[in-house]
């Protein structure tokens, strides 16, 4: 087995923005390796949350950009994302619901356990399959 190794935010970001070309090249050639089966990458949707919220704030991407870009991170072969389903899910939701990443995830996870989701946030009323509840509303 190979070595595998966590990849944080900004080497995403280096890898997908290019705005520093000496760190992109490094973090494209990360990427290759592991592409070739040199080595292992993993991370969490937690750090990919993060990608979105710099493109969105600072770089101030489209949505569907910043969804392509995803879809990019998500089919780099020998790169494992923790909870991958649900997270595919949660992109699928970002793309057509308005809602954020964050959200997006928390409704994915609540469909995937098959329970109602807790929340004041009214945008979930917006999802296909979510059942929202309020604290108050909880028998």
């Not at 997908?16 to 290759?32: N, P």
């Not at 101030?60 to 969804?67: A, K, S, T, W, Y």
Request: with cysteine.
């Amino acid at each position: 087995m190979w070595n595998k190794y966590f990849l944080d935010a900004n080497i995403f970001l280096r890898f997908l923005t290019a705005d520093d070309k000496g760190k992109a090249e490094a973090c494209r050639c990360l990427v290759q390796r592991a592409v070739d089966g040199e080595l292992g990458l993993t991370t969490h949707p937690l750090i990919l949350a993060e990608v979105v919220w710099v493109l969105e704030s600072y770089y101030r991407l489209p949505r569907p950009e910043i969804v392509n870009k995803l879809e990019l991170i998500m089919n780099t072969p020998n790169l494992s994302i923790a909870d991958a389903g649900a997270f595919a899910q949660a992109v699928s939701l970002y793309s057509s619901a308005g809602i954020d990443l964050a959200d997006c995830f928390a409704a994915a996870l609540s469909m995937q356990d098959g329970c109602p989701l807790v929340s004041y946030d009214r945008d979930y009323d917006r999802l296909e399959g979510i059942s929202r509840l309020e604290p108050g509303n909880i028998n």
